[in-house]
């Protein structure tokens, strides 16, 4: 089963979500992380699929200590989304994504996080299937 695309595009559906919060933090607890200032990347792969959900889910996480304003928080969680709709068809199935937007990020630039997010999901991409052995200090 595929996920549903509404009108033509890759939209961000509710089955590529990841539904329940302890998923989240059986991932942030025991996935591996990809970091840099303040966005972390964590991420784990199921072992089987659940609800014959076979392709990659993601999460975002924007605390309020991270970022006061609902505005800037609402505008990382949108331009998180919209790195993981560009690129979840190259992501392996049965990956869960969680990004995490940690520390003051309220300068943070739309270009900035799009160009971390883009590589660490391309990195994520290319990785091997065996344990995502590929150094990611250039990231």
């Given at each position: 089963?595929?996920?549903?695309?509404?009108?033509?595009?890759?939209?961000?559906?509710?089955?590529?979500?990841?539904?329940?919060?302890?998923?989240?933090?059986?991932?942030?607890?025991?996935?591996?992380?990809?970091?840099?200032?303040?966005?972390?990347?964590?991420?784990?792969?199921?072992?089987?699929?659940?609800?014959?959900?076979?392709?990659?889910?993601?999460?975002?996480?924007?605390?309020?200590?991270?970022?006061?304003?609902?505005?800037?928080r609402?505008?990382?969680?949108?331009?998180?989304?919209?790195?993981?709709?560009?690129?979840?068809?190259?992501?392996?199935?049965l990956l869960?994504?969680?990004?995490?937007?940690?520390?003051?990020?309220?300068?943070?630039?739309?270009?900035?996080?799009?160009?971390?997010?883009?590589?660490?999901?391309?990195?994520?991409?290319?990785?091997?299937?065996?344990?995502?052995?590929?150094?990611?200090?250039?990231?």
């Open positions: 089963m595929v996920p549903a695309k509404s009108k033509g595009y890759a939209a961000f559906t509710r089955s590529e979500r990841l539904p329940r919060s302890s998923l989240i933090l059986r991932i942030l607890k025991n996935g591996k992380k990809i970091t840099r200032d303040c966005i972390a990347v964590y991420f784990a792969k199921r072992a089987v699929a659940e609800e014959d959900i076979h392709w990659a889910r993601f999460a975002i996480v924007v605390r309020k200590k991270s970022c006061k304003s609902a505005v800037g609402n505008r990382l969680k949108r331009l998180a989304r919209e790195m993981f709709r560009l690129h979840k068809q190259q992501l392996p199935p869960d994504i969680v990004a995490v937007v940690q520390g003051p990020c309220q300068k943070v630039s739309n270009s900035d996080f799009r160009l971390f997010m883009g590589r660490a999901l391309k990195w994520l991409a290319s990785s091997d299937e065996k344990g995502y052995h590929i150094s990611y200090k250039n990231i």
